[in-house]
């Protein structure tokens, strides 16, 4: 599958900004899954790309003179394999065993994740799992915000994508099972439409499963990833700190057509 | 339990050790009133000068004087000989094993140290991985901690790599020796330690492949209970004290705002711990940090000291694994003992130490500052009770070591003197080659029988000599 993309985050300032700086994690990689035709940010001003420290893709973009409004746009094409079903890694998953502020395992999120897995820790037992938070935590945008716990969503019982995640997570880790957050675009087939989305990869069998909890999906099929970490904060697509500005209005538009291939066979 | 406890000046049999000769004449000679009059006027300096340590959990955030005791700690220099090739062999052997871990990991490979243990650890960062550093050094400036068994040998209490504080103290207990009693160094060889600050700048400029780089002290500020500290240190090399505010990141390079315009930063010698350097990398809630830092790091474009992550070489969980860690990479026998730890993460460990309490000491494998420990001997049943269900609760935050007895020192006390516990901080600087100033910071637990020395638990410190002998 082909997808061509266009993402496009307009930030307004009541005032002037002086100064500001984001971590940028807007380009894909490539994968086993994923393979990036071309892709292209347009910032303010020319960045070179470097590594984060979980190998993602990151710019930083550092402004000094004063503005009010700030665009930044990414667009490109990527030829998405549907059928691969995990991803391989030579850096030891241990890592993926910590808990951070926003997926530690209170003893309600342990005890779920014993109560759905028992002694399994297999792909099934995690479907299982998935399944469980999914009806545990109904889908609900403003119930939850950018910082709320795991714990605090799953109390709760309800919150977004990134919640969904979160609680995953914590669960994954709490049975020994290392878990990463991953930030990417998920393509609607019905409405032709994609939005920023967050799922959870595992570690089982010396790769990377995913698990959309908000989709009930163990295939990542309509996902293109964008960036792995501990949680929201490491791979979020944007972060940023800015000096003066005032109240901020946010708009993100994200476009995605399947490009029309000539027939293979 | 009767303990025996090692005194530095007396031997078991009263005689006074050979190295302590000149200072017991002059002790005998000198009129008592006249030492209290000194001792007064120590306060007073002290206290003019703004040596003070904020203490943690203090509502009021009372800045406390750090009692300073007049009797030095002194250490025959044949003795001290040793301990420092102890030291310098530990630390050489910890950042071998930092560069190892964030690059081939080959003690994990071996099987020496569990990988879970050490990769699963939230002081390992994966933000060090792969990343080359120059001369390979993570803990440019280190302190070990010392203390003496009852049988007087040393051992390592732990390691210090993150940001070691303690030596503004260690230099201007001396120089307030020097102005009361300059007598006393005049009657015998004390190694002088006055040139510490310049070792320290010449350490973290070599830790810059540049030729003449720009240091600065990254404080967290004036609220920091080190701030006299930080402030003292960049004073004594010549350099800027700056705080996160001060400081900024365009295009993977740190800059510095000054009244002339910005200014390129080489160094930066933080005393600010890794989740506060870079609030969009780390901790989102930091305010003392640069937004940014990490990407000029991670391009080598900028050296922190100490490096990012060193915290996983001195956490008390890895702390057990330091003696093979020097036979690993030095190939040699470690020359400081470690004290002997249970980890209470291994079940069968754990049931010991649970069973043992009343006579060992638990601390937290996160703690520092003598915060969140136990000291069975000292604790009441429902202490240890209350204590046993935290182990429980949590079995990984934990190791256990026997009660060490501490050696003592004659201390200057309500009544006199009297004998007062103490342990020892030599700090290691890794540049160019490993140096340590003769001595370090002596603490000493004041009130009586306490074996608790840190400053946040009513700790003093002592001018530390080394003597030739």
């Known amino acids: 599958m082909r997808l061509t993309i266009s993402h496009e985050t307009a930030y307004h300032y009541e005032d002037q900004v002086r100064t500001s700086i984001q971590y940028l994690r807007l380009t894909p990689p490539d994968n086993e899954r994923q393979q990036v035709l071309c892709w292209a940010l347009d910032l303010p001003r020319p960045v070179r790309a470097q590594r984060d420290p979980f190998g993602n893709i990151l710019h930083v973009l550092s402004l000094e003179e004063p503005h009010a409004d700030l665009i930044i746009s990414a667009r490109g094409q990527v030829e998405i394999d549907p059928t691969c079903e995990a991803e391989h890694d030579t850096q030891s998953p241990l890592p993926f065993l910590r808990f951070t502020r926003l997926t530690e395992a209170d003893d309600a999120l342990r005890h779920f994740a014993g109560q759905h897995c028992g002694p399994r820790r297999d792909r099934g037992a995690l479907i299982d799992l998935m399944a469980a938070l999914h009806e545990r935590m109904l889908y609900r945008p403003g119930s939850t915000a950018v910082d709320t716990s795991a714990a605090q969503a799953f109390a709760g019982g309800a919150g977004v994508c990134q919640d969904h995640a979160h609680a995953f997570l914590a669960c994954s880790r709490s049975l020994g099972v290392p878990a990463r957050y991953v930030s990417g675009y998920l393509f609607d087939n019905d409405s032709q439409h994609m939005a920023s989305h967050a799922w959870a990869e595992a570690w089982l069998e010396g790769a990377w499963y995913s698990f959309d909890v908000t989709n009930q999906l163990a295939l990542p099929e309509r996902h293109l990833k964008l960036a792995v970490g501990l949680d929201y904060l490491d791979a979020c697509p944007v972060r940023g700190m800015r000096r003066g500005g005032g109240y901020e209005q946010m708009h993100a538009s994200v476009l995605v057509t399947p490009t029309l291939q000539a027939q293979q066979q | ?305 100490n490096a990012i992550g060193t915290g996983v070489a001195d956490d008390k969980s890895i702390y057990p694994y330091v003696t093979d860690m020097i036979r690993f990479y030095l190939d040699e026998e470690p020359i400081l003992k470690n004290v002997p730890t249970w980890q209470c993460r291994k079940p069968e460990e754990l049931s010991h130490v649970l069973a043992h309490l009343p006579e060992l000491v638990v601390k937290e494998t996160q703690g520092s500052g003598g915060y969140g420990m136990l000291v069975g001997p000292a604790s009441t049943k429902a202490e240890i009770e209350a204590f046993a269900q935290r182990i429980k609760a949590r079995p990984a935050a934990y190791i256990a070591q026997p009660t060490l007895s501490l050696s003592t020192c004659p201390t200057f006390v309500e009544n006199g003197i009297a004998p007062r516990h103490i342990d020892l901080r030599p700090f290691v600087l890794s540049g160019r080659e490993t140096r340590v100033v003769p001595g370090g910071l002596t603490r000493v637990a004041l009130r009586e029988g306490s074996l608790v020395v840190n400053s946040s638990q009513g700790g003093g410190t002592k001018d530390t000599w080394v003597v030739e002998d």
């Not at chain 2, 040596?51 to 300073?68: S, V």
């Not at chain 2, 530990?90 to 081939?104: E, G, Q, S, T, W």
């Not at chain 2, 120059?134 to 010392?146: N, P, T, W």
């Not at chain 2, 600065?216 to 920091?224: E, K, M, S």
Request: proline share 6%.
């Open chain 2, 1 to 305: 339990m009767i303990r025996t406890f090692y005194d530095e000046m007396y031997a078991a049999d009263g005689q006074l050790r050979p190295h302590y000769r000149e200072f017991a004449r002059w002790l005998a000679n000198t009129p008592p009133e006249l030492l209290a009059q000194r001792r007064r006027e120590a306060d007073l300096l002290f206290h003019r000068a703004g040596i003070t340590f904020t203490l943690y959990g203090d509502e009021q955030g009372t800045e406390r004087l750090i009692p300073f005791d007049t009797i030095p700690r002194a250490i025959p220099a044949s003795e001290w000989r040793v301990v420092e090739k102890g030291c310098i062999q530990r630390v050489k052997a910890l950042n071998l094993f930092l560069a190892d871990l964030y690059h081939d990991q080959r003690i994990l490979k071996a099987g020496i140290i569990p990988a879970e243990q050490v990769l699963a650890n939230e002081q390992y960062q994966l933000a060090m991985q792969g990343l080359d550093l120059h001369r390979g050094l993570y803990a440019h400036i280190s302190g070990v901690d010392l203390v003496r068994d009852g049988d007087g040998s040393y051992y390592v209490l732990e390691d210090n790599l993150r940001t070691p504080s303690g030596v503004s103290y260690m230099l201007e207990d001396r120089k307030m020796m020097m102005r009361l009693f300059p007598e006393l160094f005049a009657a015998q060889r004390i190694a002088p330690i006055d040139h510490y600050p310049n070792l320290l700048l010449d350490t973290l400029k070599s830790a810059s492949p540049l030729d003449d780089p720009s240091v600065v002290v990254l404080t967290p500020g004036r609220f920091n209970s080190a701030f006299f500290e930080h402030a003292f240190l960049a004073r004594e090399m010549g350099v800027e004290l700056v705080e996160g505010a001060d400081l900024f990141v365009r295009d993977e390079r740190v800059f510095m705002r000054t009244t002339d315009g910005p200014k390129a930063v080489d160094v930066i010698y933080r005393r600010l711990d890794d989740a506060f350097l870079d609030p969009l990398a780390f901790n989102p809630d930091s305010m003392l940090g640069v937004p940014g830092l990490l990407s000029a790091y991670r391009c080598g474009n900028v050296v922190l000291a």
